[in-house]
C-alpha cells in the first residue's frame, strides 16, 4: 500500500500472517455475505464467477464492472473487512483501473484482487500487469497480485510473482503441491494467497509452509448451487446424491463473452 493506507486495509494486511493464514470466504451477493459475517468471518472476499452468475454475465471477460460495485456498496455496513475481486481491472487502461479501485475505496474497501489472465487464456504482459498494479496502489487499499500461471498452465509462477513484489500480497490459484508452494513463499518477501481446493492440502499443512491467506474462490458458490439441486431434486423424489459443479461447468451455463 503506497501512500497512506487506510486503517481498515492496515487491519486487513496485519490478519495476512505466514504460518497461521487468514481464512477468506468467498461471498456472491449480499445474502451469503451477510450469512458469512454473522458467523464471525473478520474479512469476506467476492467471488468474480459467483457475481457474474448472479447477473448473467460472463466471468473473467470485464462485464460485471458495475455489478461489483453494486456489491462491495452493499456490503459496506455488515461490520467486516471487504475484498473485491475485480478480475483484471476491468480495463487495460491503468488509469482506468485506478479510477475503479479509488471509487471502491470510497466504499470502505480493505482490498482488492487484481488478476493477469486473459479472457482468451494468455497473460497479460509482464511490463503491463506490473503498470496496472501500481496504479491500483496509492488508494490506502491492499492489492492483491493474483498470476494464472497454474490456473491457464502458461507462463512462469516465480517470474510473476518476483514481478508483482510492489503489490501488497500475491496469489497463485491453481497451486497445490507443498514443495512449489514453499518455493514461491521463499520467493518474496509479500504474504502469499492460495485457493482451497476441496482435495488439496488442509488449512494445517497450507501453514506450515508459510502460507499467509487461503481463499475459498467460486466454491461456496458452487456448493451453494448443488445444494439448490439436490433440494429441488429431492422434492421431485430423486434423492440421488448431487456431485459438486465445477468451475467450468457453471462458466458453460453462462452467457459467452
Known amino acids: 500500500m503506497t501512500g497512506s493506507p487506510l486503517p481498515r486495509a492496515v487491519t486487513f494486511r496485519d ?27 473478520p474479512a ?25 460495485i453494486e456489491l462491495a456498496a452493499a456490503m459496506r455496513d455488515l461490520g467486516v473487512l471487504v475484498t473485491v475481486d475485480i478480475e483484471g481491472g476491468f480495463s487495460d487502461d491503468p488509469a482506468e483501473v485506478s479510477d475503479l479501485v479509488a471509487a471502491l475505496a470510497a466504499l470502505d474497501v480493505a482490498g482488492v484482487n487484481l488478476e493477469d489472465g ?47 513484489g510492489h503489490a501488497d500480497g500475491v496469489f497463485v490459484p491453481g497451486l497445490t503441491g507443498l514443495r512449489e508452494i514453499e518455493a514461491v513463499v521463499a520467493s518474496t518477501p509479500l504474504p502469499l494467497n492460495v485457493l482451497h481446493q476441496p482435495d488439496g492440502p488442509a488449512m494445517d499443512r497450507l501453514a506450515a509452509v508459510g502460507v499467509a491467506r487461503v481463499s475459498t474462490g467460486s466454491l ?3 456448493a451453494a448451487l448443488r445444494g439448490a439441486l ?6 421431485r423424489g430423486e434423492g440421488a446424491p448431487v456431485p459438486l459443479p465445477t468451475y467450468g461447468q457453471i462458466a458453460d451455463l453462462l452467457p459467452k463473452a
Do not use: K, M
Not at 230 to 235: D, R, S, Y
Open 118 to 164: 486473459r479472457p482468451d487464456g494468455t497473460l497479460r504482459p509482464i511490463g503491463l500487469q506490473q503498470r496496472i498494479i501500481a496504479a491500483a496502489l496509492g488508494h490506502g487499499v491492499f492489492v492483491n497480485a493474483r498470476t494464472d500461471t497454474c490456473w491457464l498452465r502458461t507462463g512462469d509462477t516465480l517470474e510473476r510473482v518476483r514481478a508483482y
Open 15 to 41: 490478519l495476512h500472517r505466514p504460518g497461521d493464514p487468514l481464512l477468506l470466504p468467498n461471498a456472491w451477493d449480499y445474502g451469503s455475505a451477510a450469512l458469512l459475517a454473522a458467523h464471525g468471518f
Open 230 to 235: 439436490a433440494a429441488v431434486l429431492a422434492v
Open 44 to 68: 469476506i472476499g467476492t467471488t468474480s464467477l459467483g457475481v457474474a452468475a448472479v447477473y448473467g454475465r460472463p466471468d473473467a471477460a470485464g462485464a460485471t464492472r458495475a455489478e461489483t
Open 220 to 222: 461456496p458458490y458452487r
